[in-house]
């Protein structure tokens, strides 16, 4: 989490305000509140069993992806640079 900040800070000149996660074990540990809370960040978690409430994260993340693909795709790039794409 802490290097996703610093990325999102450094491209972006942008600071995260809101963090949306589901309540899995990664995201709901006191380290993970303490740090956020230290950023500012607000963390906010969905309910269980509600997938209806992920569909703007899954729509997001499939047009990262999508992009992507097509990025490099058609400047014709291995797979290894799939990270420095997305």
């Not at 509140?33 to 499939?62: F, M, W």
Request: aromatic share 10%; glycine share 2%; proline share 3%.
């Amino acid at each position: 989490m802490k290097e996703f900040v610093i990325t999102i800070k450094k491209q972006s000149d942008y600071n995260i305000i809101t963090l949306r996660s589901d309540q899995s074990g990664e995201y709901t540990s006191n380290y993970f509140e303490a740090y956020c809370k230290q950023q500012g960040i607000r963390h906010r978690t969905i309910p269980s069993y509600t997938p209806h409430l992920n569909d703007v994260a899954k729509r997001k993340n499939r047009t990262i992806l999508d992009m992507a693909k097509s990025l490099l795709k058609e400047n014709k790039l291995p797979k290894q640079y799939w990270a420095d794409a997305v």
